[in-house]
């Protein structure tokens, strides 16, 4: 499971389908996920279409389109294509009867609630919170926070990438080669800094060498933010000139009210993403008296440790979601400018 809950939809009525999913968005963005827009089906002419592994639950109206039946559509789908995703069935014939219903089909992994908002709202959370539970651990938490940050310093990347790109045969401006050469100085200044600590360490202590590493993705950060500040100074600057108008002078500080933001969300992406991408990667599992599995870190003097309960399940997942939205919101911004 990564960051997206998706869901696949058999409902014919539109409003219907509007209405209840915004409920079920809400249910999934409290759980930390990101809620795409699910796939809607009014009855099973497209059945032999659907790539049914996308999905993390399936929701189903009793009644579809041209006389067909959720729950033998549901059947279908079980015995043909051999997906067993949990399914909810709401109907407005109410739950104890659509339990009957289905005591003429042969579908396991069901769960029934009826079309008013409350039950419907109150039964799919807790099979939403059922399916998460059951890929919410230690492992997988690894798994999401390391291919996550992988993407999000990619996009660091892209964005660099995208700020300094110039077309064929032209050279950046005095503006970024300034600001290229910092980063490049700043580099050097780190590799020295990475050679003298080497010159230092003695060749025989293995651990010394495991722990140490040259190249880091807050190189990426640095960088980022170093574009942020020239930004920052060269808006406040034009604030000082004398005649601006209330206007401008609004629409400028509004500027350096959005820059600050994200700059100061984009400092701790290294508190809040790499370190707990770095614990992740060099820890190991163990049991608290309690029964809750929590993470040690292997470095001895770190001596980091992560307690994985809900709570904490759902906390790293909305900081994934935010620093991505922040590196969207700084691509957006120099994307502006640039």
Sequence with gaps: MNLDYRILWFENERGS????QRLVKRVVENFGFNFPDPRNEADDSNIDNINYQLYDLIIADLNLDNDI??????????AEKGIFTEVVFYSSIGESA????????EIDGVYCASRSDDDFREKVAKVIETTIK???DVNNARGLVIAE??????EIEEILLNFFKTAEGDELNQEKADLLRNIYDRKIKQQQEFSKLLNEINFKDIQKLIETDVLTASNGIDALSGILKVDLKKIKLEMNKKGLTKEKRAELQGRVDKIETIKSELVKFNEEILKIRNTLAHVEEEIAENGIPFLKSLNKKDGTTIMFDDAKYVEIREVLKRHKKN??????????VN
């Design 17 to 20: 389908f509007n209405a209840k």
């Design 327 to 336: 590196l969207q919101e700084i691509a957006l911004h120099l994307n502006t």
């Design 69 to 78: 039946k959720g729950t033998g559509l549901l059947e279908k789908i079980r």
């Design 134 to 136: 059951k890929v919410q």
């Design 149 to 154: 940050s992988i993407t999000l310093e990619n």
């Design 98 to 105: 659509l339990r009957q219903e289905l005591k003429n089909f």
